[in-house]
């Protein structure tokens, strides 16, 4: 696989990629509010850096130059990325879902609201995210600032 294909799927957050003596660090801008499950990234393997925008904090994942750690390491990157996405994604239906709710409990008399149930039918797919851990029950590294 090409380099560019490795990195295209999150080019957009990628800071810089630097060589530092038998590693590779790659520098990466994240929102603030994400975060990075420990089930995908052990506490070695990041260290936090000073990003100019408040909304964004900097990563640097350090991997040893070699050809499985590198691929590893992006995709790594990427399952965070993945992870953070659909978690925002489920926030917003949130609260779109709440806000029809509150306009149909405006709407309807009780007889009908007592009516009211979800149904959700159940998938035989096994789940997008590659994650041991489900999202809101998993534990986030600290960055150490330097």
């Not at 799927?9 to 499950?37: C, G, M, Q």
């Not at 909304?55 to 990325?81: C, M, R, W, Y």
């Amino acid at each position: 696989m090409s380099f560019y294909k490795e990195l295209e799927p999150f080019v957009e957050y990628v800071h810089s990629i630097r060589k530092l003596e038998t590693y590779l660090s790659f520098d990466i801008k994240f929102p603030t509010k994400w975060s990075i499950p420990k089930s995908i990234v052990e506490e070695g393997q990041v260290v936090g850096f000073e990003a100019e925008d408040q909304n964004l904090k900097g990563i640097s994942f350090v991997t040893p130059i070699d050809e499985k750690q590198i691929s590893g390491t992006l995709t790594k990157i990427a399952k965070i990325i993945k992870l953070n996405k659909e978690r925002e994604l489920k926030e917003r239906l949130f609260k779109q879902t709440i806000e029809q709710l509150k306009q149909t409990f405006e709407k309807n008399d009780l007889d009908k609201l007592q009516n009211l149930y979800f149904d959700f039918e159940e998938e035989i797919e096994e789940p997008n995210l590659d994650i041991d851990e489900p999202a809101e029950e998993s534990e986030s590294i600290e960055l150490a600032e330097e």
